[in-house]
């Protein structure tokens, strides 16, 4: 099996660097070039391999070929970097948040274009895509819910990708309704959260929490919690991979990991 050639977008950053890192550890896997935020092209060096890091990343698609693009960046540097990559026929995968579903469209038709693949998912832990499958499949039984969603006070979007994510799926298998009392008041403006689909998101930003989300059921005499906890980084690399190395042979926008974790 051809080892997969992967440009990394985003490689200055924090989840960059980590995701640099899991790439060139996997023996699938192989980093050709990075992109980030240096004044001129350089290298840096991750687990014993220089890696080259340019700002430009229509010149490093041009200079290299790969087959795959990792791109998490912000939603405003995304915007930028998606068509430039997909123009060049390379499958693109990313996670980046706040983005709006008529542009991840818009670039699936790009990608379709080219005979290749944008996959997107809001979230690439592993066990925070179980959780919104057992939330939706709870939510059939038990639909009245709420989400808190909690990241570190970094985070520059509110409510997270998660969580809108979440809300949308259980909204496709529980009956519309408002959550909480007909008519309630907010004696203070935002004290309900967040409303999609007439259920209530509740964002919390403090230092000390990496990526973090509970969906809350509540029903007669009971309640119900499901929570995952992203402790580090480190729990976003096994997804990341799993979609990098499965975008082969696929056309088109994929969204969600387990779109591609149940199709067997």
């Given at each position: ?17 980590e ?22 092209p350089?290298?840096i060096?991750?687990?014993g ?7 430009d ?19 405003d ?9 997909l ?13 709006k ?9 790009e990608?379709?274009?080219q ?5 997107y ?7 925070a ?8 499949e ?7 819910v ?41 004696t ?16 919390v ?5 990496n990526a973090?989300?509970?969906?809350i ?8 919690t499901?929570?995952h906890?992203?402790i ?20 088109g926008?994929?969204?969600?990991l387990d779109t591609?974790?149940?199709?067997d």
């Open positions: 099996m051809e080892t997969i050639r992967v440009g990394v977008v985003g490689a200055t950053g924090k989840m960059g660097r995701i640099l890192k899991a790439v060139t550890n996997d023996p699938a896997t192989e980093v050709i070039f990075g992109v980030g935020l240096v004044d001129e350089t290298t060096t991750v687990e391999c220089e890696i080259p890091v340019t700002a990343l229509e010149a490093a698609l041009s200079a290299n070929d790969v087959d795959v693009v990792i791109d998490f960046t912000n939603a540097a995304f915007r930028q970097n998606a068509s430039v990559t123009a060049h026929g390379v499958h693109l995968v990313s996670g980046t948040t706040g983005l579903h008529e542009e991840l469209e818009k670039w699936g038709e990608a379709a274009d005979g290749k693949c944008f996959f998912a809001a979230n690439f832990a592993i066990g895509v179980l959780m919104m499958r057992f939330a939706e709870a939510a059939k039984f038990m639909p009245e709420e989400i808190i969603e909690l990241h570190h006070d970094q985070k520059k979007d509110a409510p997270s990708g998660t969580a809108v994510a979440t809300a949308q799926r259980i909204a496709k298998v529980r009956e519309a309704h408002e959550q909480g009392l007909p008519g309630e008041v907010e203070l403006v935002g004290a309900r959260g967040a409303n999609v689909d007439g259920m209530h998101i509740h964002s930003r403090l230092p000390g929490y973090h989300q509970e969906v059921f509540g029903g007669l005499g009971q309640t119900l499901i929570r906890d992203s580090n980084r480190e729990s976003f690399m096994p997804g990341i991979l799993f979609a990098t190395k499965r975008v082969a042979g696929r056309v926008l994929v969204e969600g591609i974790m149940f199709e």
